[in-house]
């Protein structure tokens, strides 16, 4: 008994077949299996598993540009985890369509303009992702995922919140924030003895904060908005491209998701204290009073029909929206933020930069920006104000076509996907166009690697690359607030060359691109701020 208990012995170990029913060769098979250690089935079911994930990646791959070898399970995923720009570059260059393979995850890649084109207007094939845990991170009901008629009717609804007339609104309340982050960062230069530092930080803190406030106003508190301009970083690491597909406790996708929690509880919070404002009559300062005065109006239309009353002095509303909760409203405002943060800081932090270094561009923005607000340099300005700056309109399109936010955008397919002649995504797999080479093409962009307002100014590329100006996508699932997010950069600029001379100190990776969700000078960019004396 004591033998038994400390060994193992197959049930095979005595099975005998009688001589002769068997070759030998199949006889010494069997007996090798029937006598074989735990560890030897272990190492042999490891190395199935291994052939298979192997083979399994070769018939994804297909005759697609790809690694040769996978290694075995997790794929590239340790060097995912510092993505570099090179590395995309490298990926985009390789061919049309490439891939990888992380964990069970398989990616296709489309870098051509057209590729990328027919993945954002296939919705029968492919609906958006962002990445696998996003889904974990946003919540799984949250718009951004839904597909077919359910997005496109949601949509519909939102559609008012970017109308001019709403933008117009929503004006004096950036003009605030912009005028509290310009006086401090005067402060910041003058604390730190007038030496640069990296301010990227700071823009990304300055774009959390006028976004909160352009998306829900005054209701969200100084102290929630500094926290959460604070820990929204942790969000964007969650959702780089590649992470675990798991949420485990301490990493970054666990810090992400308590973040994420964090942003929609105020935002609720913010929601429930606009519906009680709106009720009672409140002028629109922000996006969710925009949102719940057009819930208001459908209510009150929809109660007056069915009763059959007079609707005489009512608004009807286009489409009519139905009562959104308070946490409904926050996740769809998250999803805003979501877009714009990371987005809009690269291009606040590329734009002070390019704009340092070519003072000539940033004079003439300056002139533009002084002759409309006639001489006032503190003016504040109009919607019809902003989109007669022809000028500085073209540093914009030209900053986000040189050093576009956005450079991917990660789709799944619902079903096999035949994306060429040639080449069929398997069904589950993910594939991401790429922005950045339609932005680069030769053929449209004459010095493509050159930042030239001209181009977009006194140029024909707005018409020559009509399609290939893939900054905000295409197909139905576009941008909603790409409207916005220019003018918001054109106010930005405008009132910053007014009150401001700025210089950069370049470093040796000032020119270097950093991939943290979107694109960044390597350096942070270093800056400093001076009052500008007219």
């Known amino acids: 008994m004591a033998a038994n208990a400390t060994s193992f012995t197959s049930p095979l170990a005595d099975f005998k077949l009688s001589a002769g029913n068997l070759p030998p060769q199949v006889d010494y098979v069997l007996d090798t299996i029937a006598n074989a250690s735990i560890m030897t089935w272990l ?26 070898f996978k290694l075995p399970f ?38 051509t303009r057209d590729l990328a084109r027919k993945v954002f207007n296939s919705p029968t094939y492919v609906k958006p992702c962002v990445v696998d845990i996003a889904t974990k991170i946003l919540g799984e009901d949250n718009w951004v995922f839904l597909d077919g008629k359910a997005h496109v009717d949601y949509r519909k609804g939102l559609n008012g919140l970017f109308t001019r007339r709403a933008l117009e ?58 926290k959460i ?52 009559g409140g002028d629109i300062t922000c996006i969710m009073d925009a949102w719940i005065k057009d819930m208001i109006d459908s209510k009150r239309w929809r109660e007056a029909t069915e009763k059959g009353l007079s609707t005489e002095g009512l608004v009807k509303p286009s489409p009519l929206l139905r009562e959104f909760t308070d946490m409904e409203i926050s996740k769809t405002l998250f999803s805003f933020l979501f877009a714009s943060q990371d987005a809009t800081s690269s291009a606040i932090t590329n734009l002070f930069q390019v704009l340092a270094n070519r003072p000539e561009v940033l004079d003439r923005v300056r002139e533009e920006n002084y002759r409309v607000r006639s001489g006032d340099i ?27 936010p956005v450079i991917m955008v990660p789709y799944k397919a619902k079903k096999s996907f035949p994306v060429t002649d040639t080449y069929t995504v398997p069904k589950g797999a993910m594939i991401i166009p790429t922005t950045f080479m339609a932005l680069r093409d030769p053929d449209v ?76 000078p390597k350096d942070d960019c270093p800056l400093t701020f001076e009052e500008r004396k007219w």
């Not at 190492?43 to 005759?63: C, H, P």
């Not at 942790?234 to 992400?256: K, M, S």
Request: contains cysteine; proline residues 5%; neutral net charge.
């Open 229 to 280: 301009s604070d820990d929204y970083y942790l969000v964007t690491a969650a959702l780089d491209l590649v992470n675990f597909p798991i949420i485990i406790p301490y990493t970054r996708t666990w810090y992400g998701k308590r973040a994420a929690g964090m942003v929609m509880d105020e935002l609720a919070k913010c929601a429930a204290k606009s519906k009680v404002r709106m009720a009672a």
């Open 378 to 404: 503190y003016a504040p300005v109009t919607l019809d104000q902003l989109e007669s700056m022809t000028y500085t309109r073209a540093v914009i399109r030209e900053l986000l076509r040189w050093r576009p």
């Open 43 to 68: 190492f042999t079911l490891l190395a199935i598993a291994v052939a298979y994930d192997q083979v399994s990646y070769f018939m994804q791959k297909g005759s697609i540009v790809g690694p040769s």
């Open 169 to 226: 609104c929503y004006l004096p309340t950036q003009e605030k924030v912009y005028k509290q982050y310009f006086s401090r960062f005067l402060k910041i230069t003058e604390d730190n003895g007038g030496k640069p530092i990296p301010f990227m930080h700071e823009f990304r803190e300055l774009i959390c904060t006028v976004s909160l406030r352009t998306f829900a106003g005054f209701y969200i508190t100084d102290a929630a908005c500094k």
């Open 445 to 520: 962009y004459e010095n493509p690697d050159e930042f030239d307002p001209e181009r977009y100014y006194s140029g024909d590329a707005e018409e020559k690359g009509a399609k290939n100006y893939l900054v905000f996508g295409t197909g139905p699932h576009y941008c909603l607030g790409q409207h916005y997010a220019q003018l918001n950069l054109v106010l930005m600029i405008g009132k910053a060359s007014l009150q401001f001379n700025w210089k950069h100190h370049a470093t040796p990776e000032s020119d270097i691109i950093k991939v943290f969700a979107t694109i960044f």
């Open 74 to 111: 997790m794929g590239p995923f340790l060097s995912s985890l510092n993505p570099k720009f090179e590395e995309y570059m490298q990926k985009w260059e390789s061919g049309p369509l490439s891939c990888v393979s992380i964990f069970h995850k398989f990616v296709v890649i489309a870098s």
